[in-house]
């Protein structure tokens, strides 16, 4: 598959199942996606991978917190896909790349990590919401008070089997400006 090919074609799937990468192919095309830009090479980024039960104590952080009649609902969050991965922000403080730049890093990887998925056959989607700030996810996964969890990227098959539709048309004379000063 061309890079343009890969880019045209990547949507996020919602439902994932079975099969997943398995841990060396999932290193492998991480390692291809930290070869995004990243200014003064800070590494301002890490990923904790979760399968199996791993997942299941994800959902049990999600749902310590909530009311009773949300719980059920939270603790299936997490089981959504065969594999997670939590997508961690670790700034670097006192060094002269912005804080934008060093975020711009980790949103580079993880985004080159859904092409590469997408180029071996799998499907993903980041998801994100209000419980990347929650102290019982947090603490489950063991964050550092400066980093910020930026969401989970599910990793699976599409269950259904069908991408989903044609993406929509951007008007590309609204969003880009040629300025030719020869």
């Known amino acids: 598959m061309s890079v343009t090919d890969a880019l045209t074609s990547r949507r996020s799937h919602p439902r994932l199942s079975e099969p997943a990468p398995d841990d060396a192919e999932l290193l492998a095309l991480i390692e291809a996606a930290a070869s995004a ?4 090479r800070l590494r301002p980024w890490r990923l904790i991978v ?6 299941e104590k994800l959902g049990e952080a999600m749902a310590a917190d909530r009311p009773l009649t949300e719980r059920p609902r939270q603790l299936a969050k997490a089981l959504r896909a065969p594999l997670l991965v939590s997508i961690v922000f670790c700034p670097v403080t006192g060094s002269k790349v912005p804080r934008w730049e060093q975020l711009s890093t980790i949103a580079s990887i ?3 990590l859904s092409l590469a998925l997408h180029g ?6 980041w998801r994100t919401g209000d419980l990347l700030s929650a102290p019982s996810v947090r603490g489950f996964l063991d964050l550092a008070p400066a980093e910020e969890l930026l969401g989970w990227l599910f990793v699976g098959t599409p269950s259904d089997g069908q991408a989903p539709g044609p993406r929509p048309v951007i008007d590309m004379v609204t969003k880009v400006a040629f300025h030719d000063e020869r």
């Open 50 to 55: 979760l399968r199996g039960s791993g997942r």
């Open 37 to 40: 830009p990243d200014h003064g």
């Open 110 to 112: 993880v985004y080159g």
């Open 120 to 125: 071996h056959g799998y499907a993903s989607i």
